[in-house]
Each structure stands twice: as C-alpha cells, then as structure tokens.
C-alpha cells in the first residue's frame, strides 16, 4: 500500500494500477561511468552514487509489490575494464550488504545471486553468502543481483548439463523441451521478467538474459543510473501497464 504520510502521492503514482504490477522487473543499470565524468569525478564515483538508487529502487519495488526485481550489477564482458574499477565494483557488495542489509531483513527482502560466483574474490563472495543466508527466509521482495552474469556463458551451460544428462542415459533427446532447457538455466527458479528497465540511453542487452526477456516489455531511458529517482521508476511501470501484451496472440 501507498504511505499517506507527509507526501503528497505524485499524479503519475495515483495513476498506477496496483493490480497490474510487472510481477519481476529487471534493470540494466548504466551510466554511472558517464555520471561521474559529467562532474569531473572518478568512474568510480558513479558506482558509489548509483547504491543509493539501488536502495531507492528496492523500497519502491517493495511498496508497490514487485515480486522479483533482477539488478544487473557486473556482466561477465565487466572484468574488462581496468583493474582498480573492477576491484571497486567488487567490493560494492559488501559495501552496500554492511549498510542495508538490516534495512533489507526489516523489508521482508530475500536476496539472491544470478552468476557464476566461483569466480567471484572471496570478499564478494563471503558478502553476498552471508546477505543470502539472512535473508534466506524472508519472502517478501527477491533482490537478485545478476553478479558475474553473462547470458551466453549461462546457456552453454545449461547446454553442457543436458549433453551430460543425454550422454549418462539420463534423459533422452525427446525430453529436451523449453521447460528442460529453462530448467538448467540459472533463473530456473524464477519467472522469467516482465519488464526490462534499461538507464542511459544505450539500447541493447548486453549479454542480459537473451533467453528469459524473449515476451518481456521493454523500457529504455536516457537517465543515468545515479539520477534514476522514483518518478522514473513510476514511469517505467506506467508505459508497461499501458502495453498489450499479446504473446503473439492477436
Ligand atoms: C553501469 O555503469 C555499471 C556497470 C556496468 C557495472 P557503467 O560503468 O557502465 O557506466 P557508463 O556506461 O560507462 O557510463
Ligand atoms: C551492462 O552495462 C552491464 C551492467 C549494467 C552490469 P555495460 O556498460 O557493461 O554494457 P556495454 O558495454 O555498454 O554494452
Ligand atoms: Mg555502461
């Protein structure tokens, strides 16, 4: 439900549908590097802003009853860029967990990790274990931060398994449907997204569940992560509510 507090409800949130709420959202969230260089900062400074956009984001998720909300948060092409910004973007988790994660527990938030973690430094590893072991048993919001996450390496994985499982006489090439496929991805557990969000005016995936937005809406805006305030996430879920989506139906 809406607070009625001291604020009044913005025209644009009075016109949200509560019944009608994109049930998983995603968000490629980009543009913290540009955000910086417009003041003159270091790169890493956007990273830093952009965690309070990730805390304003995962309260609104939450108020207005988000059930899924996927934060693409370091890609597998990420480990790239030069080695103090990687460094710096994996130690945001433990940065961020430290701070909110008694905010995160208070929420009912449960968070989860999306990537290959093995090859994540024991720092971020340790960090984001011990947030999903926290919240193991809320079941409220799941925060699930896509960490080390690139949709192709995800794919030929779930490829590898079922050659596997086919190879040991364990399943047989009839089986292999979508739902056998899904199932060895590591989203199995959720539902694919319904909308993608997607900050700072680059239009493309970027290696971002390929698979898993086949029939999601998609919304691109040219606001830099960091600026990235309520009113655009309000405006996201409006633009959704205001698609048909006919899942090649007519
Ligand atoms: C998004 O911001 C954060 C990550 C990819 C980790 P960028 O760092 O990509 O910012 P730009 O795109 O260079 O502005
Ligand atoms: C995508 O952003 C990855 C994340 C937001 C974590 P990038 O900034 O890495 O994507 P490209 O390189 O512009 O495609
Ligand atoms: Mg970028």
Redesign the pocket.
């Known amino acids: 439900m809406f607070s009625k507090t001291k604020h009044d409800q913005s025209v644009m949130e009075r016109d949200i549908q509560l019944d009608n709420i994109p049930k998983h959202i995603a968000i490629?969230?980009?543009?913290n590097?540009r955000w910086a260089k417009k003041r003159g900062l270091p790169r890493v400074a956007g990273h830093r802003e952009g965690m309070n956009t990730i805390r304003r984001t995962v309260r609104q998720a939450n108020k207005y009853g988000v059930k899924i909300l996927t934060l693409?948060?370091?890609?597998t092409?990420?480990w790239k860029?030069p080695r103090p910004e990687v460094e710096f973007l994996m130690r945001l988790p433990e940065r961020f967990l430290s701070k909110e994660l008694p905010e995160l527990i208070e929420q009912n938030v449960r968070v989860r990790i999306t990537g290959e973690k093995d090859k994540l430094p024991e720092y971020t590893k340790r960090a984001v274990e011990k947030a999903v072991a926290e919240t193991a048993h809320n079941d409220g919001l799941i925060l699930n931060f896509?960490l080390n996450?690139g949709s192709r390496s995800e794919m030929i994985q779930g490829i590898q398994s079922i050659c596997r499982d086919v190879k040991d006489n364990n399943l047989s090439i009839d089986e292999i449907d979508e739902a056998c496929f899904t199932g060895r991805l590591m989203t199995h557990d959720l539902d694919d997204p319904d909308l993608l969000i997607?900050t700072?005016g680059?239009i493309?995936l970027?290696?971002?569940m390929l698979w898993q937005l086949a029939y999601a809406e998609f919304w691109f805006t040219n606001v830099l992560?960091p600026d990235f305030k309520e009113d655009d996430f309000q405006e996201a879920i409006l633009v959704y509510q205001n698609r048909q989506r006919r899942y090649g139906g007519v």
Do not use: Q, V
Not at 28 to 31: A, R
Not at 72 to 75: E, I, K, N, W
């Open positions: 490629i969230m980009d543009g590097g693409y948060a370091f890609s092409e990420n860029r896509a996450y997607r700072s680059e493309r970027s290696n971002f992560w």
